[in-house]
């Protein structure tokens, strides 16, 4: 089989984080057809478990701790939202992979990780959120303060640099959605810019509840040490929450996802929300609850989360950013609102009104079956890969 080696920032296996849920979808689509090799940051705490998951899915497997953050260098090469996956060890263990494994085909997960490639003799792919740069921006024309605004701007004007640079040098880009890559080549009009599905679910796994759960209770899982999810949790806690539990004062808020700040524990603890941490399997959790709330309005790519959800039976209420690049049809697939009161307003229409719930419930469930099947979609997945290698000969 050819041979694929995929580097990333996170380990696929086990799926804590949304980048790694779309990366352990890919592994399975194209392990039928190809030898996949992964080298990836890990946390120590998952190491043993990764490394037996990812030697059964891959061919082989190398795993690295990340280093730590460095501090802001303004004439660093390597942008400082980068900056933490920078690792000498991981670099020259790459170095070797490609000298030993010869792999047909490397694909790099995330913009960041592309120098991890620059000695690869064989064609190269990167899967990019190019707009995450734009969640930097926005914060700048958001925030209050000289030295946060300026800080904002400059990651934002770093990232860009990068991203030129990069979006040139690889043989094809892989984006999220049209959207995304319009604005990749506003950037770079000469790049080989593709939008593919990147995100594959086995939708066997989520089995959705026949019936409304009876218990008002909401939802909120992400990954909390990324910026666009503690901020989106906090204006939820603290803007809509209240105006729910004003009209439904059984209402509960539940959250899933490991990283939270003591801020936000704090906000958490002072508005009774149930922080469970992370959470292996969320299949039970989505079963008892009536609501997945999505806040996000920041940040690249898709949210993932939102397609999970959706997949498990859990109706969503989200902003008009969150489900960009996924397709949705307000009010049929999901309930969109860009205000508290709207937000709070959707919510309770969806924990009072059974017939609303099933109706979306069943509408987001299709979707999903059609356009984010693992077993659908992996032989258009395979098919691209294959034309890739024939493309580059």
Known sequence: KPRILIISPVTPYPVHHGAGS??????????????????????????????????????????FEAPPAR???????TPFL??????????????RILDE??????????????????????????RAHVLEWWHYYLNWRRTRGFRKRLENLFW????????????????????????????ALELVPQ?????????????????????????????????LPHTPNEDALTYFVRDVLPLVRREEPRARLVVAGEGASNALLGLMHDHSVEYLGYVEDLRELYRSSRVYVSPINSGGGIRTKIVEAMAAGVPVVANSFAPLGLGLLP???????????????????????????????????????????????????????????????
Not at 82 to 95: H, I, Y
Not at 176 to 181: F, N, V
Not at 202 to 211: M, S, V
């Open 156 to 183: 934002s004007l770093d990232s860009i640099r990068h991203n030129r640079r990069t979006l040139e040098s690889f043989d094809w880009v892989l984006v999220t959605s049209e959207p995304e890559r319009e604005r």
């Open 331 to 393: 009010d049929h697939h999901l309930m969109v609102r860009d205000d508290p009161a709207g937000e709070a307003a959707a919510i309770l229409r969806l924990l009072r009104d059974d017939d609303r719930w099933r109706r979306m419930q069943t509408a987001a469930r299709g979707l999903v079956e059609n356009c984010f099947s693992l077993e659908r979609i992996s032989p258009r997945i395979q098919a691209r890969y294959r034309q890739f290698l024939e493309e580059a000969a």
């Open 71 to 77: 501090r802001l260098d303004a004439f660093s090469p």
């Open 22 to 63: 779309t990366i352990y979808g890919y592994i399975r689509a194209l392990r039928e057809e190809f030898d996949i090799l992964f080298a990836g940051f890990c946390p120590e705490r998952f190491r043993s478990q990764a490394q037996e998951g990812l030697d059964q899915l891959c061919r082989k497997a190398w795993l």
């Open 191 to 223: 790049a080989r810019v593709e939008a593919l599905p990147f995100f594959l679910l086995d939708c066997e796994y989520f089995r959705p509840a026949l019936d409304p759960p009876r218990d008002p209770q909401m939802v909120f899982v992400g990954f």
């Open 82 to 95: 980068f900056s933490n996956l920078q690792s000498e060890v991981m670099c020259r263990a790459v170095d």
């Open 101 to 126: 494994e010869r792999p047909d085909l490397v694909q790099v997960e995330y913009l960041g990780m592309a120098s991890y490639a620059d000695r690869a003799r064989c064609p190269r792919i990167v």
